[in-house]
């Protein structure tokens, strides 16, 4: 069950809990929570003792892990068309 939060401007924020996390990347709740500890993952919050993570953290973090091969650090960039010319 997605947790769904609006803010003052009916802005939506979803969140995920670290059971629907641990689902999404197909890990263990106890693997969710060590990356926390460690501080690795996404940033995440804590509210009353539970923890959320929103969707948008998620998919930013998500989006840092992309790789094109072992050795790529970052994603590649578009070439600069001034090279071609």
């Known amino acids: 069950m997605k947790t769904v939060l609006r803010n003052n401007m009916e802005h939506e924020i ?4 670290q059971r629907e996390l641990a ?3 197909s890990k263990s709740e106890a693997t969710i929570e060590r ?3 460690d501080g690795v993952g996404p940033q995440y919050l804590k509210i009353g003792g539970k923890i959320l993570y929103r969707l948008e953290d998620i998919l930013h973090f998500e989006n840092e ?16 068309s001034t090279h071609f010319q």
């Open 14 to 17: 979803r969140h995920l809990t």
């Open 23 to 25: 689902q999404r990347w």
């Open 35 to 37: 990356y926390r500890c």
């Open 65 to 80: 892990c992309l790789r094109l091969s072992p050795y790529a650090v970052s994603p590649p960039t578009q070439p600069d």
